[in-house]
């Protein structure tokens, strides 16, 4: 049987993930996995440097594991960075949990030193972070997203390689490491938050795998082999996926399209809008509710962190949250004020009926009106009755009349409620939704440019 390190040559050969001339950063913390990959690196004639992150978390604890890779440091000869981080204030600063705020710390941290002027190559070599992930950690990761739903592209788990940082242990098992260690009398430092079950991986770890390995003994084993084929049914997925994607999307601007009754007709088409939908934020639990609005009237929507999906009309519309960057804009009743492209626009409801010839106030009959009303920008076909007139026009006949040029027409918007056309914004209200005798409260909109 092929020792550790023959392993380790074999993996990295495989995985194309460097070469000795690559500079090579490699990730420590002093525990027994960090230790290891700097064994293997050294006996492997490979050089590298070492970065520590003291996130001051753990007292003494931390203080402790800093002097320990400092002396690793000068037991290898190599170059040394380390950072000390005030984790807990960047976490209540950004509103995030202490593990989310260390990784975007640790991370933003070591690409700055792969980027920095002493760290360029002028040659073919390229840099890479090494970090210490090994096969048992990528069975969690995946038990760990399967359980929270993130498709097929969590099932392949950790990667060997991805864009700068590699992972050369990835093949090995964690007591495969331990024992190596043992065997060649290396020594290391334990973090005693790794044998609390409050973080998930830990919990997963000391209680999941092995309830699961009382029946199936090579559970994790097994699971490790099913990554390799996630790995590839992935590739094969996602083929397929863009191929749908091609037929489904139309980018508009800053949104995109998708027609609703090609979407209802795609076979598998759920699982093709929860791909859709991941990149715009959208939770696996929301993929249904997005599929509902298939069905639902022109108007409603789902929102996501970033994004809104809004049906409307025969299309299901992505645009950004940030309304100054969307197509389609939603505006509820109490909405006081919409930023858009061209400008603001105000609404508050008054009992005053007195006439405003500005053509950039709307007064309209509110009880005509309910919401949401949608603001967009006209599009062909597009009519609407011009206020005093009791025939429809074409906006783009309108807009002729009006002798708006070229250049002005990309600019005009129109605010619709459901299909009918309220006002082309800063021209003409629509006559069926003026104010009349018996008009009782009136909803004034302002546009300012």
């Known amino acids: 049987m ?56 753990r007292g003494e604890e931390s203080e402790r594991d800093e002097r320990f890779v400092r002396n690793l440091a000068d037991k290898y000869k190599v170059q040394l960075y380390v950072q000390r981080f005030d984790t807990e204030k960047e976490a209540e600063e950004n509103k995030t949990s202490i593990q989310v705020t260390a990784r975007k710390l640790r991370y933003d941290w070591f690409k700055e030193i792969l980027e920095s002027e002493k760290w360029n190559q002028a040659t073919s070599a390229k840099n890479y972070l090494v970090t210490a992930h090994h096969r048992d950690d990528n069975v969690e990761t995946v038990l760990m997203n399967f359980f929270k739903g993130t498709g097929i592209a969590g099932l392949h788990g950790i990667l060997p390689k991805k864009e700068h940082i590699v992972r ?123 599929w509902n609005l298939l ?80 603001l967009r920008k006209w599009k062909q076909g597009d009519y609407f009755y011009p206020l005093g007139m009791q025939k429809k026009k074409k906006v783009s006949r309108f807009l002729i009349d009006q002798k708006v040029s070229l250049t002005s027409k990309e600019k005009v918007w129109v605010l619709e409620m459901n299909k009918k056309i309220v006002w082309v914004v800063g021209m003409r209200i629509d006559d069926r939704f003026k104010m009349g005798d018996k008009t009782k409260e009136v909803l004034e909109i302002s546009f300012h440019r």
Request: net charge negative; with cysteine; glycine share 4%.
């Open 2 to 57: 092929k020792r550790l390190e023959e392993l380790f040559k074999d993996f990295i050969e495989q995985e194309k993930l460097f070469s000795a001339k690559d500079k090579l950063l490699v990730a420590v913390s002093g525990g027994v996995d960090s230790v290891v990959v700097c064994e293997l690196l050294h006996r492997s004639g490979f050089s590298f440097a070492i970065a520590h992150c003291n996130f001051q978390l």
């Open 168 to 290: 050369p242990l990835l093949f090995a098992g964690k007591e495969d490491i331990r024992q190596f260690a043992l065997v060649e009398n290396l020594e290391w430092v334990e973090d005693s938050s790794n044998s609390s079950d409050k973080y998930s991986r830990n919990y997963f770890r000391h209680q999941v795998i092995p309830l699961v390995e009382n029946i199936y003994s090579e559970a994790a084993q097994n699971l490790a082999d099913n990554i390799e084929r996630f790995r590839d049914i992935e590739i094969l997925y996602s083929s397929a996926l863009a191929k749908q994607k091609k037929k489904l999307l139309v980018q508009n601007g800053k949104e995109w399209q998708i027609p609703v009754l090609k979407l209802a007709q795609t076979p598998a088409g759920r699982t093709i809008l929860f791909e859709i939908l991941q990149p715009f934020n959208f939770s696996p639990a929301q993929t249904p509710e997005v």
């Open 295 to 374: 069905q639902s009237e022109s108007g409603k929507y789902i929102d996501s962190s970033t994004h809104r999906v809004l049906k409307n009309r025969n299309w299901l519309v992505i645009s950004p949250l940030a309304t100054e960057q969307a197509q389609i804009i939603v505006i509820e009743t109490n909405d006081e004020e919409i930023t858009f492209a061209e400008g603001k626009l105000g609404f508050k409801k008054t009992a005053n009926k007195d006439i405003n010839t500005s053509p950039d106030i709307a007064k309209l009959d509110a009880s005509r009106l309910t919401f949401p009303l949608l």
